[in-house]
Nanobody, 127 residues
Framework: VQLQESGPGLVRPTQTLSLTCAVS??????????WSWLRQRPGLGPEWVGT???????NYDPSLKRRTSISRDTVNNQFTLQMNSMTPEDTAVYHC????????????????????WGQGVQVTVSS
């Protein structure tokens, strides 16, 4: 499986971020896979943002849930992160990743535990 993120590198405060992850090598609907967005803010370890599962159901980090949405396009085999009301604290490298077990806010995120991990896109929130 290969993953490739795309989206803007600069977002203004209060705007909405939209990132897309293009998936190749397998299908978003393959039963064993979960598809997640992660981010790594400056000076911090990687953190989970949210997941869309093979059946299409989603779950999100509680601290981000109010302003985060993950959706998918099964025709083009890609999934999208939308995060609104962006602030400078959301500045991070955003990665998409796939895994075969559920993860959540208490999961220690280690790249080696994932089936695939995109190279990431730097998103800076600044006016």
């Amino acid at each position: 499986v290969q993953l490739q993120e795309s989206g803007p590198g600069l977002v203004r405060p209060t705007q909405t971020l939209s990132l897309t992850c293009a998936v190749s090598g397998d299908s978003l609907t393959t039963i064993r896979y979960h598809w997640s967005w992660l981010r790594q803010r400056p000076g911090l370890g990687p953190e989970w943002v949210g997941t869309i599962k093979y059946a299409g159901n989603t779950n999100y980090d509680p601290s981000l849930k109010r302003r985060t949405s993950i959706s998918r396009d099964t025709v083009n085999n890609q999934f999208t992160l939308q995060m609104n009301s962006m602030t400078p604290e959301d500045t991070a490298v955003y990665h998409c990743a796939t895994h075969t077990y559920p993860i959540g806010p208490l999961t220690a995120i280690r790249q080696r535990d994932f089936v695939a991990w995109g190279q990431g896109v730097q998103v800076t929130v600044s006016s």
